[in-house]
C-alpha cells in the first residue's frame, strides 16, 4: 500500500506559496514600475518646459529694447518647433501676449479652447508670481502646461509679473513610456518564473524527496523490526533522520522492555489474586467483609467459599447488598446491633455461640469473631466477620451429655457413698481460702477448687489437662521440679515467694505448701497456693515510699543549704539597705535614697525568682503540672524572649536569634507558651549570666519535619566534665561558677519541662571555651500523658 500524504501536501503548499509568491512579486513590480515610470515621465516633461523657458530668458536677457519684440519673437517661434512643443506665449504683467508661436491646427485643438477655460488660474499666478505646472485631457489627448514667472526691461508695470506659457504634447512620451513598462515587466516575470523553477526543482530534490524517504521507511515498519531510513545528503534532514531513527529503535526497545515488565507484574498479580482467593475459598470459616462507612453501613464487599456453604447464599445475591436485603428483619437487625457495638468500641467482639437457621441445613452453631478495620484516621472503615461453624461440636457435646447422663445414672448407685465423701471434701476444697491443687506423681494436675480456678483463669476441664511445670515460668522450671521432688521424697516442703502463670499472661506472685496425700489407693501431691500479691504490692509501695522520702529528704537538706546561703545574700542586701534608709533617710540625697531602694527591690525579685523556681520544682515532683499547648510563631516568640531576658540583665550582651527552615514548614508551632518562656528565659539568663561583657550569645531555632531544635550558646565559663553527669540534679551547681549567685534549680526545671513536652536536652560544654544547649522538642507536640 502507497503513502504520499507527505508528497500531496508539501507539493500543494509549495506550488501555493510559489504561485503567490510570483503573484505578489508581479503586482508590486508593476506597481514600483508604474510609480517610477510616472516620477521620470513627469520629470522629463518637468525638464523640457524649464529647459524651453530658461533659454527663452536668456536669449532675451540684455537686448536694448528696439531690439526686443523682434527676437523675443524669433525666440519663440525657435522653440516651437521642438518636437512636443504645441504653443509658447510671453505674456506681460497686464496679461497681453506680447509674442506667441504661430497657431497652426493641432494647437487650436489642444490649447486654445482650454486656454480661455485657464484665463483665471492664469492671471492669478501672474499677480502671485507663482509657478504652475498642470496635466491636463484635452479631446483624449495628455497635454502638459507649465507657466513660470518672466520678468524683463520689456515689462515696465512691476506691480504684477510678467509670465511664459509653455504647452507641450506629452502624448508620445506616454506612448513610449507605456511600451517601455511591458518590456520590463515581461523580463521581470521572465526572471521571476526562472527563480521559482530552480527553487521548486532544489525543494523538490533537497527536502521533499528526503521526507518522502523517511514517511515511507516508517510507513513500512512494522514496528517489531528496527526502523532503516536510507538518505543521501548529509543535511539538515539528514540528521533528522538519523536523529528519528536512533531515537524511534531507542523507544522500540524500551516499549517492549516496559511490555515485558508489565506481562510478568500483571503475571504476578493475577498469581497473587489467585493465591489470595483460594487462601480464602479453602479456609475452614466463613470469612466476610462489611463496609461500616456512615454512608454503606452493613454493605457486604467479600465472601468467601465457605460463606456460600454455610448461609446457603451464593456471592452473587450477597456482594453490594445490606444485610436488611439479605436477610429477616430480625436477624437483620440482630446483626447490625453486633456491627454497631464493635465499631462503636472498636474492639474485637467474640460471640462464643450464636444460632441460626440455614436453609439447606437446618439449624446450625456459630462461633463468631467481629474485628474492626481501621482507615488512616483511626476510625473503623471495614468490619471482619469469621464465623466457624461448630455446629457438630455442639452434637458431639449434646452427646456426650446424653451419654455422660446415661452414665451418671448406671453408676449412681456405686458412687453415692463416695459422692458424699467427695462432696464433703469438695465443699472444703471450695471453702478454702487459698488455692488448692492435687497432681499425680507425674506431675499432672487432677483435681483443682474454685479458689485455684479463680487465680489461674482456667476451667477445670482445661485445669485437668495440665502439669504443675505448665504453670510455672521457664526461669522457675528447675526450681520448681527440685521442690516437687523434695516434696515427694519427704512428704512435704514449700515453695516461697515464687510465680505462676495464668491462662492470659500474666505471672502473679505466690507461696506454696506441698503435702503426699493418698485417695483410693495410690499417692498425690496437694499443693496450697497463697496468692501474696497485695503483700508484694505493699511492699513494693514501701520501698517507693522509702526511696522517696529519702529523696524528699535528701531534697530538704539540699533545699536548706541552699536557702541558707543563696537566700541569705538577698535578705542581707535587703535588711542592710533598709535599715540603713531608716536610720539615714533625712540625711540622705533623693538618688542616694533611690539607689538603695533599687538594691532592696532587685534583691526582693531574686528572692521571689528562687522561691519560684522552688514552687514549680515542688509542681513537677508531685506532676501538677499539665501543658497548655496552643499555636504560636516561634521566630517571633524568641525575640520577645531575648528582649525580656536582655531588658533585666544588667550585662551588655548581644544575643543573635536566626531561624533555620530548609524544607518551608512555616514558623507556626503547637507548644505551650509559659513552658517554653521558662525554657528559653532560663537557658538564656545562664548564657548571660556565666558570659563576659559583650560576649556574643547564639539562638538558632531549626525547623523540621519532625522536631524543632532550639541552640543555644556562649562563649562564657563552661561546665567542667566531671559536673556534666549531675549538672541537671536538683541544687547541682558548676565547681567553677565561683562567687556568681545561683540556687542549682534551673537546669532541673528546663529538663523536667522539656521531658513534659516528649523532648530531649543535650549539654556540650569546655571550660573558658562556652557552652552548647540543644534542647529537641517534637513538632506535633503532645501532653505527657497521651498514649499516642
Not at 515581461?186 to 533537497?206: D, E, H, N, P, Q
Not at 487462601?279 to 460463606?307: M, R
Not at 520501698?543 to 536557702?563: G, H, P
Request: hydrophobic content about 40%; charged content about 25%.
Amino acid at each position: 500500500m502507497e503513502h504520499n500524504p507527505i508528497k500531496s501536501q508539501i507539493s500543494r503548499y509549495l506550488f501555493f506559496s510559489l504561485g503567490a509568491t510570483l503573484s505578489i512579486a508581479s503586482l508590486a513590480l508593476l506597481f514600483a514600475h508604474s510609480y517610477f515610470s510616472q516620477k521620470l515621465l513627469e520629470q522629463e516633461i518637468q525638464q523640457r518646459a524649464n529647459t524651453i523657458s530658461r533659454g527663452i530668458e536668456f536669449a532675451t536677457e540684455g537686448l536694448i529694447e528696439s531690439q526686443q519684440p523682434v527676437l523675443l519673437k524669433r525666440v519663440v517661434q525657435n522653440y516651437a518647433t521642438l518636437p512636443g512643443v504645441i504653443q509658447i506665449e510671453i505674456i506681460s504683467p497686464t496679461g497681453q501676449i506680447l509674442t506667441s508661436s504661430p497657431n497652426d491646427r493641432r494647437a487650436k485643438m489642444l490649447w486654445t479652447t482650454k486656454r480661455i477655460k485657464m484665463e483665471s488660474q492664469i492671471q492669478k499666478s501672474r499677480q502671485k508670481g507663482l509657478k504652475l505646472n498642470m496635466p491636463i485631457e484635452q479631446n483624449g489627448h495628455s497635454v502638459f502646461v507649465q507657466i513660470l514667472p518672466f520678468n524683463n526691461s520689456l515689462f515696465h508695470e512691476k506691480r504684477f509679473f510678467g509670465q511664459i506659457l509653455i504647452v507641450l504634447d506629452i502624448e508620445p512620451i506616454h506612448k513610449e513610456n507605456n511600451l517601455n513598462f511591458f518590456w520590463t515587466l515581461g523580463l521581470s516575470f521572465a526572471g521571476v518564473l526562472f527563480v521559482l523553477g530552480g527553487t521548486i526543482f532544489v525543494l523538490r530534490k533537497r527536502v521533499l524527496l528526503p521526507l518522502q524517504s523517511i514517511q515511507s521507511a516508517i510507513a513500512e515498519n512494522s514496528g517489531t523490526s528496527p526502523l532503516n531510513i536510507s538518505l543521501v545528503y548529509d543535511d539538515e534532514i539528514g540528521f533528522l533522520a538519523k536523529t528519528l531513527q536512533q531515537k524511534f529503535n531507542e523507544t522500540q526497545t524500551l516499549t517492549a522492555e516496559l511490555e515485558q515488565r508489565v506481562k510478568e507484574r500483571t503475571k504476578e498479580l493475577q498469581n497473587a489474586q489467585e493465591f489470595l482467593q483460594k487462601l480464602l475459598d479453602y479456609l475452614p470459616v466463613a470469612l466476610f467483609v462489611k463496609d461500616v462507612s456512615p454512608e454503606k453501613f452493613g454493605q457486604i464487599i467479600l465472601w468467601n467459599h465457605t460463606c456460600e456453604t454455610i448461609f446457603a447464599i451464593p456471592s452473587d445475591q450477597v456482594l453490594g447488598k445490606n444485610i436488611h436485603e439479605i436477610y429477616s428483619k430480625e436477624y437483620a437487625e440482630l446483626y447490625e446491633s453486633q456491627d454497631r457495638e464493635a465499631v462503636n468500641s472498636k474492639k474485637i467482639i467474640d460471640i462464643a455461640e450464636e444460632q441460626i437457621e440455614s436453609p439447606k441445613q437446618g439449624t446450625i452453631y456459630l462461633h463468631t469473631i467481629k474485628v474492626p478495620l481501621f482507615a488512616n484516621n483511626d476510625e473503623p472503615e471495614y468490619l471482619l466477620c469469621i464465623c466457624e461453624d461448630i455446629t457438630v461440636r455442639k452434637q458431639a457435646e449434646n452427646d456426650l451429655q446424653i451419654l455422660n447422663q446415661d452414665l451418671e445414672l448406671r453408676v449412681e448407685e456405686r458412687t453415692q457413698a463416695v459422692r458424699k465423701s467427695e462432696a464433703r471434701y469438695q465443699h472444703l476444697l471450695d471453702q478454702a481460702s487459698d488455692a488448692i491443687l492435687i497432681a499425680d506423681i507425674q506431675g499432672n494436675l487432677v483435681e483443682a477448687n474454685q479458689k485455684a480456678i479463680q487465680l489461674f483463669g482456667y476451667s477445670k476441664a482445661e485445669m485437668v489437662k495440665l502439669k504443675i511445670s505448665d504453670l510455672h515460668t521457664l526461669e522457675e522450671s528447675n526450681t520448681t521440679k527440685e521442690s516437687f521432688q523434695r516434696i515427694v521424697n519427704n512428704r512435704t516442703g514449700q515453695l516461697l515467694n515464687t510465680t505462676i502463670v495464668c491462662k492470659d499472661g500474666n505471672t502473679i506472685p505466690v507461696d506454696i505448701t506441698g503435702s503426699m496425700i493418698e485417695y483410693n489407693g495410690r499417692q498425690y501431691i496437694q499443693g496450697i497456693f497463697r496468692d501474696i500479691s497485695e503483700r508484694k504490692k505493699a511492699e513494693l509501695e514501701m520501698q517507693n515510699a522509702l526511696i522517696k522520702e529519702r529523696e524528699l529528704n535528701e531534697l530538704k537538706t539540699q533545699f536548706i543549704d541552699v536557702a541558707s546561703h543563696e537566700f541569705r545574700t538577698p535578705l542581707t542586701v535587703i535588711l542592710g539597705n533598709t535599715e540603713f534608709i531608716i536610720k539615714y533617710y533625712q540625711k540622705l540625697s533623693e538618688e542616694k535614697r533611690f539607689d538603695n531602694l533599687n538594691k532592696v527591690l532587685k534583691s526582693a525579685l531574686r528572692l521571689k525568682e528562687m522561691i519560684e523556681d522552688v514552687l514549680v520544682l515542688s509542681r513537677l515532683t508531685s506532676d501538677k503540672i499539665t501543658l497548655e499547648l496552643q499555636s504560636l510563631n516561634i521566630e517571633g516568640f524568641c525575640h520577645e524572649v531575648v528582649e525580656d531576658v536582655l531588658s533585666n540583665s544588667e550585662n551588655k550582651n548581644q544575643i543573635m536569634v536566626s531561624l533555620v527552615d530548609e524544607f518551608g514548614l512555616g514558623k507556626q508551632i503547637n507548644g505551650d507558651p509559659k513552658i517554653l518562656y521558662h525554657i528559653l528565659s532560663n537557658l538564656l539568663n545562664n548564657a548571660v549570666k556565666y558570659s563576659k561583657e559583650n560576649s556574643p550569645i547564639e539562638c538558632v531555632i531549626e525547623l523540621s519535619q519532625s522536631e524543632i531544635i532550639f541552640k543555644i550558646s556562649d562563649r562564657g565559663i563552661g561546665i567542667p566534665q566531671k559536673d556534666l553527669v549531675n549538672i541537671c540534679e536538683s541544687f547541682h551547681r558548676a565547681s567553677n561558677v565561683e562567687n556568681i549567685p545561683g540556687t542549682g534549680l534551673g537546669l532541673n526545671i528546663v529538663k523536667r519541662y522539656i521531658e513534659l513536652h516528649r523532648g530531649t536536652l543535650e549539654i556540650e560544654s569546655e571550660v573558658n571555651l562556652g557552652s552548647t544547649f540543644t534542647v529537641r522538642l517534637p513538632r506535633q507536640m503532645q501532653k505527657k500523658s497521651d498514649p499516642h
